[in-house]
């Protein structure tokens, strides 16, 4: 059974630019949420989509978006990238909503410089 | 603020002792708390988890304590062996409350010397 699928695995962009990355859960998980780990943050929820839905928002600015297809492929999208923005962004997936935890994906590291 | 604490960054054992996690949560509202183990270039892996309707869960050698009134739990691995080395993760959730949003404590690093 195919894991949590993110790509790409690394990306360098410059500030002020774009990026989008993507999420593939495991079949026939419904649930997807997104996480930034940053060295002095640690993990931080960035939100969760389930049913194309997006169903909870953690405390971060309206450059981060995400949205979800109805194959529960998921992308997530920051706009006017930061120096800040550099981390690891973790996806996770669960067959359903509810709290009790997450396969997560071996993430993307994006680098701004 | 930070709803869950993991207090010590850092934590060195030998080989065959018990290596033991602590982790702090200050929201009443949590109610499943779980613990996740990283390794570097990856993503978190779960471990175990508890209920809060439960003070204990055991699974092969790692145990999960509870204590509610203190708001406290911890990790316990017996016996500690090299590929334990990692960096460990205690996460709460308000399972009715909050959907599917996992609060995680900062991480402690776990070294195992053989």
């Known amino acids: 059974k195919a894991g949590v699928t993110q790509t790409p695995r690394y990306l360098i962009k410059t500030r002020g630019q774009q990026v989008t990355l993507s999420c593939s859960p495991i079949?026939?998980?419904?649930?997807v949420s997104w996480y930034q780990q940053t060295p002095g943050q640690g993990l931080q929820f960035l939100f969760e989509?389930?049913?194309?839905?997006?169903?909870n928002k953690g405390n971060f600015p309206g450059r981060f978006s995400g949205r979800q297809f109805s194959n529960s492929r998921s992308e997530m999208n920051v706009s006017t990238l930061e120096l800040g923005d550099s981390a690891l962004y973790l996806c996770?997936?669960?067959?359903?909503?509810?709290?009790?935890?997450?396969?997560f994906g071996s993430g993307t590291r994006l680098t701004v410089v | 603020d930070q709803q869950v604490k993991q207090n010590s960054p850092s934590l060195s054992v030998q080989e065959g002792r018990i290596s033991i996690l602590n982790c702090d949560y200050t929201?009443?509202?949590?109610?499943?708390f779980l613990w996740y183990k990283k390794y570097p270039a990856e993503g978190p892996t779960f471990l175990i988890s508890?209920?809060?309707?439960?003070d204990k869960n055991e699974d092969g050698r790692f145990t999960v304590f509870l204590n509610k009134s203190a708001k406290h739990l911890s990790l316990h691995i017996v016996p500690s062996q090299p590929g334990d080395s990692a960096v460990y993760f205690c996460?709460?959730?308000?399972?009715?409350?909050?959907?599917?949003?996992?609060?995680f404590g900062g991480g402690t690093r776990v070294l195992v010397k053989p």
């Open positions: 996770a997936s669960s067959v359903v909503t509810g709290g009790y935890g997450y396969t």
């Open positions: 079949s026939g998980h419904r649930s």
């Open positions: 989509y389930f049913s194309e839905t997006q169903r």
């Open positions: 929201n009443s509202m949590f109610d499943y």
């Open positions: 508890i209920s809060s309707i439960k």
């Open positions: 996460a709460a959730s308000a399972v009715k409350a909050a959907g599917n949003k996992l609060t």
